[in-house]
């Protein structure tokens, strides 16, 4: 089975300051990683996917995250963060084949003027 | 092409009373899924179904049941609301030859049940 640990529920930066939304996972077999954001009131939408090669996946608006297979991890990363990326953001993993996806708790990235 | 569409956005219940939450999409997928999301427990699976006439439980399906007559369709009911079940409600949908499950989701629906 896996399971999905964000490990900060809120991260709070600057506008035009750099941020890192942590993501660890466990699983005993290989699996495909996603982040999702949710701007408020309104549905998910994929920002980005690692699902195998390169382990750095550059998605929309900027983001980026890096996969890191021995340390079970997948942060999502932005070198300089807009008041339009408030909102919260899932990490989220798939095993080949299983058609549930595990997913996070949850970050919402706060942007102090 | 509209992906994922829910019925209605928001809706208002008084305990006790029963209401049918409508999922479609036009992608032509085979797998669709019900979610609930509260405040800082993410998205938990209610039910799901790998395609048409078939339904699955999910993590938290309590007091709720689903039906899939058409392909393009996901219904979620509550027979008797409480108010534990005033949440946002989201529907996704994926495709079978997705091995990796990218899920497509609704704009969800707001229910509270007083």
């Known amino acids: 089975a896996q399971s999905v640990t964000q490990l900060d529920s809120q991260v709070p930066v600057f506008e035009e300051a750099p941020v890192e939304l942590r993501c660890n996972y466990s699983s005993s077999v290989s699996v495909y990683l996603f982040w999702y954001v949710q701007y408020p009131n309104q549905g998910l939408q994929l920002l980005l996917k690692?699902?195998?090669?390169s382990t750095l996946v550059k998605g929309i608006n900027g983001f980026e995250a890096e996969f890191n297979k021995s340390q079970t991890s997948f942060h999502l990363r932005k070198p300089s963060v807009h008041i339009s990326d408030t909102a919260e953001y899932f990490c989220?993993?798939?095993?080949?084949?299983?058609?549930?996806?595990?997913w996070g708790a949850g970050t919402k990235l706060i942007i102090k003027p | 092409n509209a992906g994922v569409t829910q019925t209605p956005k928001f809706r208002v219940l008084k305990t006790g009373q029963s209401m049918t939450l409508l999922c479609a999409q036009d992608m032509n997928h085979e797998y669709m899924y019900w979610y609930r999301q509260d405040p800082g427990m993410g998205l938990r699976l209610i039910h799901y179904s790998v395609g048409e006439g078939t339904t699955a439980k999910g993590e938290v399906p309590d007091g709720y049941n689903v039906s899939r007559l058409k392909k393009q369709n996901f219904l979620l009911g509550l027979e008797s609301a409480a108010p534990s079940q005033t949440s946002v409600y989201f529907c996704a949908s994926s495709s079978w030859d997705s091995s990796y499950n990218e899920q497509f989701f609704g704009p969800g629906t707001r229910l509270t049940v007083l």
């Open positions: 989220a993993v798939s095993a080949e084949g299983n058609y549930q996806l595990i």
């Open positions: 690692y699902l195998s090669g």
